[in-house]
């Protein structure tokens, strides 16, 4: 194993140590960190050991999955956890996406002036571009909230996916805005600097020169880390705040709404707390789809890449389980790759044969997840991992669950 491998390893240390963390959830911490550790080092340097050709290809899996789970985690936030029923989840994604570029890119200048547009450039840094993007996709899903909570069921979810084509339509046809139909791009990744060839000039001299075995293409590996660090934090977050009252509350709102009123609960400031923070969430993950894609357009977030199959990870994996959610976002999006690999070789198969059958292929993915959601739905409606009944770690004599 070379030196470049063995760096690329230590990247990916971290996120291999985080996924320990959260299957030994359960031990002690003086056991678990230990346990975590070893765990994530035979994973990390073991890869690189033994398949160092697959692993860019895992590194970019394991970035849109993680995005993807913290996609999950926000309607989690909603549906999980006080049954809204929100299709509207790609216009909260693509507001926190949109957010990030505006904020942190420059104003375009010189010729790129006539040819891209956009509202405004601050220039600012990475994490003031995730907290914006937070903070402004709250407070349009506490705009939507107020008129449209009172809604139940079916309606809902025709209100929230139109409200979410509406977003989409508006950064489609206002240029001004965020340059139209035109891909917002040069969206600036943060922290690319450690694998220029000059380095960051604030890390020291000798990381900088053994840094410098890595190429600008490698910068994934470090991303990898950014995203896994902030997934661990939106799970942390929301763990202690659905194990909180304030979270049982929230349960026993979606579980018997009349029964929670009489027991003097606020019913609907309880749902619209419940939504915003899950749009919150949801607009925190557009902010770290942006810097990775580096270009973005309104394309991206149509409803069924960034909305329906959202909703399938969050069957498979647990609705109502945190755990659930991440895990349900890697297994589809796993499903969601290797489908593609399949079409893709079937369309180039079937091309000299049946060229309307091969144009018509890439349909076939979304027929297969269409098929895994049936599945779920008639066998494993409660999902991979169920939700857990007992959340309060003041129980005594009760194993948390």
């Known amino acids: 194993m070379d030196s470049l491998h063995v760096l690329k390893a230590c990247f990916l240390l971290v996120p291999a140590t985080l996924l320990g963390c959260l299957l030994f959830s359960r031990w002690?911490?003086?056991?678990?960190?230990?346990?975590?550790?070893?765990?994530?080092?035979?994973?990390?340097?073991?890869?690189?050991?033994?398949?160092?050709?697959?692993?860019?290809?895992?590194?970019?899996?394991?970035?849109?999955?993680?995005?993807?789970?913290?996609?999950?985690?926000?309607?989690?936030?909603q549906w999980g956890y006080n049954g809204h029923l929100n299709f509207g989840i790609a216009g909260f994604f693509a507001m926190g996406a949109f957010t990030m570029a505006l904020?942190?890119?420059?104003?375009?200048?010189?010729?790129?002036?006539?040819?891209?547009?956009?509202?405004?450039?601050?220039?600012?840094?990475?994490?003031?571009?995730?907290?914006?993007?937070?903070?402004?996709?709250?407070?349009?899903?506490?705009?939507?909230?107020?008129?449209?909570?009172?809604?139940?069921?079916?309606?809902?979810?025709?209100?929230?996916?139109?409200?979410?084509?509406?977003?989409?339509?508006?950064?489609?046809n206002e240029r001004w805005l965020a340059n139209g139909p035109q891909p917002l791009s040069g969206i600036p990744q943060p922290l690319s600097c450690v694998f220029d060839s000059d380095g960051c000039s604030w890390l020291p001299d000798g990381l900088n020169r053994a840094l410098s075995i890595m190429q600008p293409g490698d910068y994934s590996y470090l991303y990898l880390v950014i995203v896994t660090i902030s997934l661990a934090?939106?799970?942390?977050?929301?763990?202690?705040?659905?194990?909180?009252?304030?979270?049982?509350?929230?349960?026993?709102?979606?579980?018997?709404?009349?029964?929670?009123?009489?027991?003097?609960?606020?019913?609907?400031?309880?749902?619209?707390?419940?939504?915003?923070?899950?749009?919150?969430?949801?607009?925190?993950?557009?902010?770290?789809?942006?810097?990775?894609?580096?270009?973005?357009?309104?394309?991206?977030?149509?409803?069924?890449?960034a909305t329906f199959l959202v909703w399938v990870m969050l069957m498979l994996g647990g609705s109502?389980?945190?755990?659930?959610?991440?895990?349900?976002?890697?297994v589809i999006w796993a499903v969601w790759s290797g489908t593609g690999f399949v079409t893709d070789y079937l369309q180039t198969a079937l091309q000299g044969v049946a060229p309307d059958v091969a144009s018509r292929m890439s349909f076939l993915r979304w027929a297969f997840v269409g098929l895994l959601l049936a599945i779920i739905v008639l066998y494993r409606p409660q999902g991979i991992l169920p939700e857990k009944k007992r959340v309060s770690r003041f129980l005594k004599d009760v194993p948390e669950d």
């Open 320 to 330: 109502g389980n945190n755990k659930g959610a991440i895990l349900g976002a890697f």
């Open 28 to 77: 002690r911490w003086f056991a678990r960190l230990p346990a975590a550790v070893a765990l994530g080092c035979v994973l990390a340097f073991g890869l690189a050991a033994w398949a160092p050709d697959a692993m860019d290809y895992l590194v970019s899996f394991s970035i849109m999955a993680t995005i993807y789970s913290i996609l999950s985690l926000g309607l989690n936030a």
């Open 103 to 172: 904020f942190v890119t420059s104003p375009p200048s010189g010729v790129m002036a006539a040819y891209a547009q956009q509202w405004f450039g601050l220039n600012a840094p990475f994490l003031v571009g995730v907290v914006a993007a937070g903070i402004l996709a709250g407070l349009l899903g506490y705009l939507i909230a107020q008129p449209i909570l009172h809604l139940r069921a079916d309606f809902l979810a025709i209100a929230t996916l139109g409200i979410a084509e509406i977003i989409r339509l508006i950064f489609q």
């Open 233 to 305: 934090v939106v799970y942390m977050v929301l763990e202690a705040m659905v194990r909180s009252p304030w979270g049982r509350a929230l349960r026993a709102v979606r579980d018997e709404e009349d029964s929670a009123a009489m027991n003097g609960k606020h019913v609907k400031s309880l749902r619209v707390q419940s939504f915003v923070l899950g749009t919150v969430v949801m607009g925190v993950a557009g902010a770290l789809y942006a810097p990775y894609m580096v270009t973005i357009d309104y394309s991206h977030f149509k409803p069924l890449f």
